[in-house]
Every structure is written in structure tokens, then in C-alpha cells.
């Protein structure tokens, strides 16, 4: 780990492509014992599918247009200053049904999570990824997939 402070003015942030819209890198386990952080940009009619974690915790802000979240029972419609908290075990999935992407600002606790995004841009940059492998690379992930994630195309 880094232990110095980390400063990305607009746009300097790495960047993935997932599903084919932007993701900026903002902390990974190199600075952080804590937790990485991402600027998501999630396709219209993109969907995680439903999954839950072991370990994880995720957090999200919804910086721009607006996503829906299953979380355990409910459904959230998610805008704009909205936030939402998952812990550990509990079912949840996150998906755009609109026409426009959504903008999020996410983190993932512990962190790590920025090499589960590395292999799922590679898998998803020639569309709809092949179930077996992201499935292999979900449990790899502290992620159970109970649905599947959906690409628009």
C-alpha cells in the first residue's frame, strides 16, 4: 500500500471501459487498507443481475441521472443526492432501465474490487460476456450471483 495522499483532478483518474461506458478509478488497495472507489458511468439497460456478498460492503451515490436498486425485499427508485448502503449478505442487484447512463459514485470496502472491474471490462468489451466465465469470475469476487447481469446490445 501507498501511504501517500492521492489527487485526481477532473478527468486524470484511470479509466476503465465496462459495457462500454467510462469508469474512473479513483482508490484501489494500493493506497487504501479501507476501501477503492469508482466513478461509474452505468449503461442504459444495464443490469449486475441479483448477487450478494460475503465480505463486502458497498456504498453508492447517485452523482447523475437515476438507476433502481433491488435490495432485500425493496425496490429503490435511486436519483440524483440519493445514497445507498449494502452490507454484507444481503441480496441486491443495480440496474438502469432508462435510455440515458446514470452517473454513480461507488465504493467497495475491503478493497480489491478494482480487479474484479479490470477482468469484467475484458469480458464485457465485445458485449454480452459469456455466463460461465463471469460467474467464475463473481465467485473469484465474494460475489454469488443468484440472476444475470444484462448488457444492452
Known amino acids: 500500500m ?3 495522499p492521492v489527487i485526481h483532478l477532473p478527468d486524470e483518474a484511470p479509466r476503465l471501459t465496462v459495457a462500454g461506458h467510462p469508469m474512473a478509478v479513483l482508490i484501489t488497495a494500493r493506497e ?3 476501501a477503492c472507489m469508482f466513478d461509474w458511468m452505468v449503461p442504459p439497460r444495464f443490469a449486475t443481475g441479483l ?9 453508492f451515490y447517485v452523482l447523475d441521472g437515476a438507476c433502481e436498486w433491488q435490495v432485500g425485499d425493496r425496490l429503490v427508485t435511486a436519483r440524483r443526492g440519493a445514497y445507498v448502503f449494502i452490507p454484507p449478505g444481503v441480496p441486491h442487484d443495480i440496474r438502469n432501465p432508462g435510455d440515458a447512463p446514470a452517473r454513480l459514485l461507488m465504493t467497495v470496502s475491503p478493497p480489491g474490487h478494482e480487479d474484479y472491474f479490470k477482468e469484467l471490462s475484458r469480458l464485457t468489451a465485445q458485449g454480452r460476456p459469456d455466463p460461465e466465465a463471469l460467474a467464475a469470475l463473481r465467485r473469484r469476487f465474494d460475489t454469488d450471483q443468484l440472476s444475470t447481469l444484462t ?3
Do not use: W
Not at 448477487?51 to 456504498?59: D, F, K, L, P
Open 51 to 59: 448477487h450478494v456478498h460475503r465480505v463486502q460492503e458497498e456504498t
Open 2 to 4: 501507498n501511504a501517500a
Open 151 to 153: 448488457v444492452a446490445g
Open 32 to 34: 487504501s487498507r479501507h
